[in-house]
């Protein structure tokens, strides 16, 4: 889809910023450029849309010579979406959105019709956003529309300058969450230009890791982390990979799936007895169509006749597809040594213990040593 | 303060000739300003003008700090050095947009330099060319403090153009004038109390414009 030949850029000042960059990123990929500053991301992503023009070598887009594609043409073809939002203060949430399609010349309805989908797609509810100035918006919800903005005419390439670099670390973790969420939905091919290699490995496909304008290594997330080519990578991974790792496991794939479970009128003999045979001291309790209402535990049992009268209720899940490192972090907060694992309706699926986590990644850099 | 008040009842006709003649010389001489001060002010934002529009906006400066009538006297020479009348409306009109330019260049210069240009990225990276980046985004989001510089030279126009009834080009200056060299006071109150009103009045109107035309987004509360 994407393919960047031997692509050079060297400033009028003689500043050598990419040098002989080659690798091709495959349709439907998300693919992190990553990198220190200085190292050439931002300019490679640049010479894509021509932003920035090249020096010498060759940028294919679906084998097209992206020079020989008229530039205002190209640019309206690709999604664009930057740090800094840069979303039209003077224009509507909506007009900002349809910015391409009106480039574009479509009619108004259509457009309209275009933002209004977008919106919802991004989570916003659109009667409430689109006749909104950004300046009334937060800076999540900017962020949002500035997504929404990039996919205003449906470009099949989407280019991401550190979409989320200016929101704060909690907001930041939930727009990645939902961004993967749409991307799954939508499939676009897209650059993800950062310098956090927490965002790399939870949002890349694929990640090329650079330094000083050259490519250091193309590969997938887990091989960044558990088989770095030199020491470079290995440094830039850090000594903390195992937890790093954390964010390329699903909860779906660390749960104990099938846990015993206890329903509210199971009475409190039966509940000790099942205890005992799975080796626990708390059974999740659910109703009769699988749905999760709480724990009951150990100590609670002699408290008590039947299940309803000694359960505690909760509503702390994780859907299970979930990223680990998030799952994680709520164990510890909430000091839960059990997280109940559900399904997108709310019925229980399994659940997520501290030795179950700690047998994964124990796997994760097992595996990854040995490949 | 009485004797002016009886003068205008005696003679409205007088006093409206005065007013409008002072509306038309400033109402062409805004109309040139404007259509020059932005132009000049938007050409000189472009890259690479930077000397250029150094030289410009110092220039406009230099023309703030010429007396009026010192100016007036200068415009005389040059147009009737090249033939043309140099008495009357023209050096008149000429001299007012001379001073109009400073506000009206410096707002529309600095508004645009000062766009966030995160915005125009943007707008060049999703395929708007230079044409669509000025009208689309820069102007809009200048209007406001362009409207502003505007404003600061209708004043200053409405102020200067009384002094150019001295070279005949008529006006509120033209009683003004008229009564300081007769000693009547009720004329020289009756042309400054009308410049006066004349600048509150356009100057309340052009707020009205402004507020009108400028970006929802942008205004403020």
């Known amino acids: ?371 | 303060m009485v004797e002016a008040w009886e003068f205008v009842a005696r003679r409205p006709e007088l006093l409206a000739e005065w007013v409008l003649a002072h509306l038309w010389i400033i109402f062409v001489a805004i109309v040139a300003a404007v259509i020059l001060g932005v132009i000049l002010g938007i050409y000189i934002t472009g890259k690479g003008k930077e000397q250029i529009a150094d030289t410009v906006l110092y220039l406009a400066e230099i023309m703030m700090t010429i007396p009026s009538l010192a100016l007036f006297g200068l415009l005389m020479l040059l147009l009737s050095a090249v033939g043309l009348k140099a008495i009357g409306f023209l050096p008149a009109v000429i001299a007012l947009i001379v001073y109009g330019q400073l506000p009206i260049l410096r707002n529309t210069y600095t508004a645009i330099r000062a766009v966030d240009p995160s915005m125009i990225e943007a707008g060049k990276g999703m395929g708007m060319n230079e044409r669509q980046i000025l009208f689309k985004i820069k102007l809009p989001l200048a209007v406001p403090v362009i409207m502003a510089g505007l404003r600061n030279a209708i004043v200053l126009i409405i102020g200067i153009a009384a002094i150019a009834a001295l070279i005949g080009a008529g006006g509120l200056g033209a009683p003004i004038f008229r009564g300081i060299r007769n000693a009547r006071m009720d004329l020289i109150i009756i042309g400054g109390v009308s410049v006066s009103i004349l600048a509150l009045l356009v100057d309340g109107l052009m707020a009205l414009v402004e507020r009108r035309i400028t970006p929802k987004g942008l205004r403020v509360g």
């Open chain 1, 1 to 371: 889809m994407i393919k960047l030949e031997k692509l050079t850029k060297i400033y009028p000042d003689g500043t050598q910023a990419v040098k002989e960059m080659g690798f091709e990123v495959k349709k439907g990929e998300l693919c992190v450029f990553l990198g220190p500053s200085g190292c050439g991301k931002t300019t490679t992503m640049k010479m894509i849309n021509r932003l920035i023009p090249i020096t010498s070598g060759k940028i294919y887009i679906d084998g097209v010579d992206n020079t020989k594609i008229d530039e205002s043409e190209l640019r309206r073809n690709i999604g664009y979406a930057i740090q800094e939002i840069g979303l039209f203060t003077h224009m509507t949430v909506g007009q900002n959105i349809e910015t391409v399609p009106a480039l574009k010349g479509w009619d108004k309805t259509e457009r309209r019709k275009r933002a209004e989908e977008l919106l919802e797609l991004v989570r916003m509810n659109p009667s409430d956003f689109i006749d909104k100035y950004p300046n009334e918006l937060s800076g999540g919800q900017r962020q949002r529309v500035g997504v929404a903005r990039a996919l205003g005419a449906d470009p099949p390439i989407l280019l991401m300058d550190e979409p989320f670099g200016a929101i704060d670390p909690i907001n930041r973790v939930e727009l990645q969450s939902e961004f993967l969420k749409i991307q799954q939905k939508i499939k676009k091919t897209i650059i993800f230009v950062t310098h956090d290699i927490y965002e790399a490995i939870k949002m890349g496909d694929r990640i090329a890791l650079m330094k000083e304008g050259k490519l250091v290594q193309y590969d997938t997330p887990a091989n960044i982390l558990y088989r770095p080519k030199d020491e470079f990578v290995e440094g830039f991974v850090g000594a903390d990979r195992a937890l790093k790792g954390l964010q390329l496991l699903r909860v779906k794939e660390v749960m104990t799936t099938d846990p015993p479970t206890a329903k509210v009128d199971d009475k409190v003999e039966a509940i000790r007895e099942r205890m005992e045979q799975g080796g626990v001291d708390s059974l999740a309790v659910v109703e009769d169509d699988g749905k999760f209402m709480g724990w009951v535990g150990m100590s609670d049992l002699a408290s008590g006749k039947v299940v309803k009268d000694i359960m505690t209720p909760s509503n702390t899940t994780f859907t299970i597809n979930a990223v680990l490192n998030e799952a994680l972090s709520v164990m510890l907060s909430s000091g839960l040594k059990a997280l109940p694992v559900v399904s997108e309706d709310n019925r229980l699926e399994g659940v997520l213990t501290f030795d179950a986590i700690q047998t994964a990644l124990h796997e994760a850099v097992q595996t990854g040593k040995k490949k």
